[in-house]
Each structure stands twice: as C-alpha cells, then as structure tokens.
C-alpha cells in the first residue's frame, strides 16, 4: 500500500512540474513577444521551398520556439542555421534536440532578443510572429539586412518590405 502510494505521489509531482513548466513557457512569451505556437510541418516545407536554400548560406528563425524549423533547415541543406529564442525553457529545449541530433556544427540557437540581436549576415530568414511584431521589426530588417536577403513570414505581414509571392498565407519577401 505504501508503495502505490509513493508512485501515485511521484505521478502527480511529475504531472505538476510539467504543468509548471507549460505554464511558465506560455506566461513568458505573453510578455516577451509572440506566444510559442508550432508551426505545422506543410507549413514548414512550404516556408522552406519559397526560400529556396543555397549552399553556404546563412538563415535565421526569429523567434525560433522549440526549433522544428532550424533543425530540418539544418538537417536537409548546407547552410548555417540559428535560432533566435527569447523563452529560455525553450532554448534549452531546442539546444538538446540540436546535440541529440549532432547537429552542432551545422545549427545553433542563441537565447535573445530578435530585437537586438544581430542578424546582417542573413541570406534568409523566417518569422512567425505576430502582427504588432512584425510592424516593430520591419523597420530593423529594411536598416540591417543586405540587399537580396529573402525574408519568409508565416501568416503575418511586412507592409513596406516588396513581396515577391504569396502562398496560402506563406509569404516571400525580398530586401
């Protein structure tokens, strides 16, 4: 009898440190930015093919979450791949699937502000964030970005950067 009830007592821990957990990570994004949303993976390959990657360069998810989106970039073409990721829980996350993935070498998720951290090197970048968001950081992309860097929104737009195509709410930006 004691022992059932020390495993139902360690189910329920378990339960609410996950909850915890969930809870934290949705709290933090509501004043840190967007809130974590997963992008679908259609949505991905869809974002992924409008980018057209070429070898060697470098692209940026801003706002990365659990980085689905720097992972496969990293895993299916040559180029560097970084994440950017305000939410810590959720940058540890990513860092561990990135290093259980060996993919060190290839894909890297930095803990900052897309805001403030620098991203000039892009060749192409990827948001999925929100609307207010986006108005905020178009300014930023147009001062910091070079000419040719091809910037890929999900669901949200950029309203002075030149669109170059529209796929079901998957949109191609070109600076």
């Known amino acids: 009898m004691d022992v059932i009830l020390l495993i139902i007592s360690l189910i329920l821990l378990i339960i609410a440190f996950v909850s915890f957990l969930l809870l934290a990570i949705f709290v933090f994004s509501i004043f840190f930015g967007a809130p974590y949303v997963p992008s679908f993976s259609s949505n991905v390959e869809k974002m992924i093919e409008l980018s057209n990657p070429q070898k060697g360069e470098v692209f940026y998810d801003l706002g990365s979450g659990d980085g689905k989106v720097v992972i496969q970039v990293a895993?299916?073409?040559?180029?560097?791949?970084?994440?950017?990721?305000?939410?810590?829980?959720?940058?540890?996350?990513?860092?561990?699937r990135i290093k259980k993935l060996g993919l060190e070498k290839k894909a890297k998720i930095r803990w900052g502000n897309i805001f403030r951290e620098n991203i000039g090197d892009a060749d192409f970048i990827f948001t999925y964030l929100l609307q207010p968001t986006n108005n905020f950081l178009e300014k930023r992309l147009l001062e910091k970005l070079k000419p040719g860097t091809r910037i890929v929104s999900l669901a949200f737009t950029f309203k002075k950067i030149p669109l170059v195509k529209n796929d079901k709410g998957v949109r191609l930006y070109k600076i």
């Open 75 to 96: 895993k299916n073409f040559d180029v560097k791949a970084i994440g950017i990721e305000i939410n810590p829980l959720l940058v540890v996350y990513s860092r561990w």
